[in-house]
């Protein structure tokens, strides 16, 4: 699966006119994380094997090497990716939805990081990803514990873009927002602002990111899709981007 799915995100990034991207499971889970079976294979033999193909896709790669690494890579792509979790998620598929840029959920769905309960530590950058969502003591709480939450727990947490009632209902929410980033928005303009948002995380300095921006507005302002944003404001009109 995880071949896969990034075999799917290096296809739709070759497709320029692709401008957001949902991920959601096949109900009546988002994703239960590694099979029992292959966990078991592990045990045995005493070592970890991710299954991953010889001929791996690469979406995001080569843009920071801060960002070479699975589902890191997602930071790198150029659409956002909003992850719409419509059931359970635990380990490794609950990792997958952290590392996308929004989330919306189904308030019942059942989560955990499950690692600790099998003796293993934090997979996949968790104990990175989750304190800046969340901040150090909340994500302590998860990680240490691998116990059971739901985004309805978690409403006020700041994991989730929007909790709705189940998982249809948030499959939906995150389309509406997809939509809204593929048309309402310049793609130029999205692209770069995502590549801000999380490259700025990596700086110490707040000196780097405003001259950063100051120079990227500079070069916005040459562009047909800021004087196509500025006429429809200007006609109290929808805008629209090539």
Same mark, same amino acid.
Request: aromatic share 8%.
């Given at each position: 699966? *995880? #071949? @896969?799915?990034?075999?799917?995100?290096? *296809?739709?990034?070759?497709? &320029?006119?692709?401008?957001?991207?949902?991920?959601?499971?096949?109900?009546?889970?988002?994703? $239960?994380? +590694?099979?029992?079976?292959?966990?078991? =294979?592990?045990?045995?033999? =005493?070592?970890?094997?991710?299954?991953?193909?010889?001929?791996?896709?690469?979406?995001?790669?080569?843009?920071?090497? @801060?960002?070479?690494?699975?589902?890191?890579?997602?930071?790198?792509?150029?659409?956002?990716?909003?992850?719409?979790? !419509?059931?359970?998620?635990?380990?490794?598929?609950?990792?997958?939805?952290?590392?996308?840029?929004?989330?919306?959920?189904?308030?019942?769905?059942?989560?955990?990081?499950?690692?600790?309960?099998?003796?293993?530590?934090?997979?996949?950058?968790?104990?990175?990803?989750?304190?800046?969502?969340?901040?150090?003591?909340?994500?302590?709480?998860?990680?240490?514990? +691998?116990?059971?939450?739901?985004?309805?727990?978690?409403? /006020?947490?700041?994991?989730? !873009? &929007?909790?709705?009632?189940? =998982?249809?209902?948030?499959?939906?929410?995150?389309?509406?927002?997809?939509?809204?980033?593929?048309?309402?928005? +310049?793609?130029?303009?999205? &692209?770069?602002?995502?590549?801000?948002?999380?490259? /700025?995380?990596?700086?110490? #300095?707040?000196?780097?990111?405003? *001259?950063?921006?100051?120079?990227?507005?500079?070069?916005?302002?040459?562009?047909?899709?800021?004087?196509?944003?500025?006429?429809?404001?200007?006609?109290?009109? $929808?805008?629209?981007?090539?």
């Amino acid at each position: 699966m *995880h #071949s @896969e799915y990034r075999r799917v995100l290096a *296809h739709l990034d070759s497709l &320029a006119e692709v401008r957001a991207v949902v991920v959601t499971g096949t109900p009546p889970a988002f994703c $239960v994380g +590694g099979d029992s079976a292959a966990l078991a =294979g592990h045990a045995e033999r =005493g070592a970890y094997d991710p299954g991953l193909e010889l001929e791996l896709a690469m979406p995001g790669y080569g843009v920071a090497p @801060e960002f070479d690494a699975d589902f890191a890579f997602q930071f790198a792509m150029r659409f956002p990716i909003i992850a719409a979790v !419509n059931g359970a998620a635990a380990g490794v598929g609950l990792a997958l939805a952290l590392f996308c840029d929004l989330r919306f959920a189904a308030g019942p769905a059942k989560l955990t990081t499950a690692a600790p309960k099998l003796g293993l530590p934090a997979e996949y950058g968790m104990s990175w990803q989750l304190p800046r969502l969340v901040g150090v003591t909340r994500a302590a709480d998860l990680l240490l514990s +691998g116990r059971v939450f739901t985004p309805a727990d978690t409403l /006020d947490w700041g994991l989730w !873009n &929007a909790v709705e009632a189940d =998982g249809p209902a948030a499959l939906a929410a995150a389309q509406t927002y997809a939509h809204h980033l593929a048309h309402g928005v +310049g793609p130029k303009a999205l &692209a770069t602002t995502k590549a801000q948002l999380y490259r /700025d995380l990596l700086h110490l #300095s707040p000196s780097v990111a405003i *001259h950063g921006a100051q120079r990227l507005l500079e070069q916005a302002m040459a562009t047909a899709e800021y004087r196509e944003g500025v006429s429809a404001l200007r006609e109290k009109r $929808v805008p629209f981007f090539e």
